[in-house]
């Protein structure tokens, strides 16, 4: 399988720790096209963004990302054709599979984003194993969105707060937050999207509310450390205000 070269090395005399976002948040696309570049079928440009998946990580653990997530599998790619779909989950588990020993040795904690419930039962056992093998890691923390869908998101949350007793008088956007999937974990900074396509696609839509976004043509399986260092090197030109003003000097 051909591969673009990923040989750019992290400069650490240009490294600038104050421009590295605290999250960073990825949509991966350009799997299937990646492939029909290559003249490979369109599961072996997800088998390429996959394996792309752990050099990133590291790309982003060695510039000091405390947490990354990344946009595997969507609630509305169900619809994809099934065998693209099963294709998709046995990715899935061998990378559960394989990779969670490497990123245990490496003090990488897993999170899951996303609903269960049509999950295959082997896939959701191995993700759970995975999630109690990594919990007590303390290095960057690895949010994989599987199965997630924002808007899904926020419905659960508002059905979570009903269903513990919350008067509507009482919901406040933070109240709403701690019912989300994961409320431990910070907003992102940056949420990057590869493909060339320039839409968030249902991503984080709560979450994202304040990020920074950038987009690149890049296709996913040739995104590689010097693509990392020209978002981090646009994310740093960025004044983020939140809705506000910046004060005078």
Known sequence: MGRASTSAAVDQDDWRPSSVPQHVAII???????AQQHGLPRLEGHRAGTENIRRILK???????QYVTLYAFSTENWGRPKN???GLIEILSQM????????????????????REHLPPGLAEAIDRALELTANNSGVTLCVAFDYGGRAEIVD???QAMADGVSPELATEELIRLHMYLPDVPDPDLVIR????????NFLL???AYSELY???????????????????????RQRRFGKLLSEA
Do not use: K
């Open 157 to 159: 949350a508002m059905r």
């Open 206 to 208: 709560w979450q994202a």
């Open 28 to 34: 991966m696309d350009g799997n299937g096209r990646w």
């Open 59 to 65: 790309a982003f653990a060695v510039r000091r990302a």
């Open 194 to 201: 590869t493909g060339g396509e320039r839409r968030l696609s």
């Open 84 to 86: 693209e779909v099963s």
């Open 96 to 115: 559960v599979e394989v990779e969670v020993p490497q990123l245990h040795e490496q003090n990488v904690r897993l999170q899951h984003l996303g609903r």
């Open 215 to 237: 987009f690149t043509d890049c296709l996913w399986p040739d995104f590689d450390d010097a693509e990392v260092e020209r978002a981090l090197n646009d994310y740093s030109r």
